[in-house]
Structures are given as structure tokens and as C-alpha cells.
């Protein structure tokens, strides 16, 4: 049931029910195969109000668990990330055990993801979604969830080494070198997989040339050629060190 719910996942929002909320008494399978329909009709808001409608009438139903997960979702998609977080954690701490606990870790990096922001502000989000990821390919590496977490994990640390390079470069435009190596190099060693490596090289090799360290500067231009030959990064550095009359060596495996 849960692999049906997070399809709707791309879909768009639409409208909510009315604020009105009427009594809902039924049976447990009743309530909750009303819930899924409003989920999949993405009446989200309603389907808030059933789910919860469900656990305070049936708390000790296993339809009851069900739901909780279900209202997690219904609430992510209508941005209510405080209280999705806060029944994430009080679904972990009730249920430690069950058997699709991995989803609720999935949602946790899914409402930290969702609020990523561009790469000039604050990346805490990034880290939290970072984290709730990770977690969720080392505990459970076999969930149908660790797929795509093992993406997004790749993506929130391309996005953080973003981060470092804007720092990075807004230090070498303002003349504070030592602090832009600093950044620099911090990309290629905590992000090294990343996208942003190449151009760290780069970086390194032009402040290193301003610094007048020249056999820095060489050797991080080698580390690219050896690394990104192709790229258009080493063909950059390769023609600035040409210009101050140097090549880059070719470095040994």
C-alpha cells in the first residue's frame, strides 16, 4: 500500500477540503480505506482529519500503525513538515520494530530534502536530509527505499560541496587566500565524488599562483590532469600554467 501512496508523490497539489470536520465514526477498514481514497484523490487535508479520526478511535489496530504512516505522507505534501516530523519520531519510538519502519526514515529525509534551498543560504537542511539518508541505506540497505536515498545522498553532498566552492570563491575575489585554499581543499577531500571537485582543482591552482607558491600550484593542477583529463577545468589550468611558463607533471599510480 505504501509503494501506491508514493506515487502521487509528483503529482500536483490540489485543493483542500473544507476547514468543516464533522464526526467520523465507522469501522477501522472502513475509515481507513476512505483515508486512501483521499489520498489518492490528493485531498490531503481530509485525509489528515480520517487518519487521525482512525488512531483516536481504533489506537490499538494494526490499521491504526497504517495510518500513522499515511498521515506522515498526507502531511508532507501540504508542507505541514513540523508535525510530519513529530509523528516520524513518535511513530520510531511506538514501533522500533515494524517491518516498513524504513519508510518513516525515508520521509524524514524527504521533508529536509523538499526544503533545500540554492546554494547561497544556509545549508542545514541539506545536512538533515544528508543524515536521514545515510540512515537509511545503512539500516536498511535492503528496503526498496535505499535506492533512491543512495541518489539523493549523492545529491545533498554535490550540494553542500556548492556551498563550500561559493565560499571558496567569494574569499579569492575578495584577496583572502588562505581562506579560499581552506574551502578549496575541503572539496576535495570531504567531497571527492562529487561535481564540484574538478573546479576545486582549478581554484586551488589559480590562488596558489597568487600566492606565489608555484610547485602548489603544479601539483594541483597535476592532480587534475591525472583525475579529469578531459574536463574543461584541466584545459583551463593547463593554459595557465603554460602562461607562467610551467607544465603540469604527469603524476604517477
Not at 494494526?62 to 513529530?86: D, N, P, S
Not at 575541503?186 to 582549478?202: F, G, I, M, R, S
Amino acid at each position: 500500500m505504501l509503494a501506491t501512496v508514493l506515487v502521487f508523490g509528483g503529482m500536483a497539489l490540489s485543493a483542500c477540503s473544507s476547514n468543516k470536520k464533522e464526526p467520523m465514526i465507522g469501522k477501522v477498514e472502513d475509515l481507513y480505506n476512505t483515508g486512501m481514497n483521499q489520498l489518492q484523490n490528493r485531498n490531503f487535508a481530509a485525509a489528515i482529519y480520517t487518519f487521525e479520526e482512525l488512531e483516536r478511535q481504533h489506537p490499538y489496530s494494526g490499521w491504526a500503525t497504517r495510518a500513522q504512516m499515511m498521515m506522515v505522507y498526507a502531511q508532507y505534501r501540504i508542507e505541514k513538515y513540523e508535525e510530519a516530523l513529530f509523528n516520524i519520531d513518535r511513530f520510531i519510538r511506538l514501533h522500533p520494530g515494524y517491518e516498513d519502519l524504513a519508510y518513516m526514515y525515508y520521509m524524514r529525509g524527504m521533508i529536509f530534502y523538499t526544503q533545500i534551498s540554492d546554494v547561497n543560504r544556509d545549508q542545514g537542511y541539506t545536512e538533515e536530509a544528508y543524515k536521514a539518508f545515510r540512515e537509511v541505506t545503512e539500516r536498511f540497505p535492503d528496503s526498496r527505499y535505499a535506492r533512491d536515498a543512495g541518489l539523493k545522498i549523492t545529491l545533498t553532498l554535490d550540494h553542500m560541496a556548492g556551498k563550500e566552492m561559493t565560499v571558496g570563491r567569494f574569499y579569492q575575489q575578495q584577496g583572502k587566500y588562505l581562506a579560499a585554499i581552506n574551502r578549496f581543499k575541503n572539496v576535495v577531500d570531504e567531497y571527492e565524488q562529487t561535481l564540484q571537485v574538478p573546479e576545486a582543482l582549478y581554484r586551488m591552482t589559480e590562488v596558489y599562483f597568487a600566492l606565489g607558491l608555484d610547485e602548489q600550484a603544479t601539483r594541483s593542477a597535476a592532480v587534475l590532469g591525472h583525475n579529469y583529463p578531459n574536463s574543461d577545468w584541466y584545459e583551463m589550468a593547463y593554459k595557465l600554467m603554460t602562461s607562467k611558463g610551467h607544465k603540469p607533471p604527469k603524476l604517477t599510480k
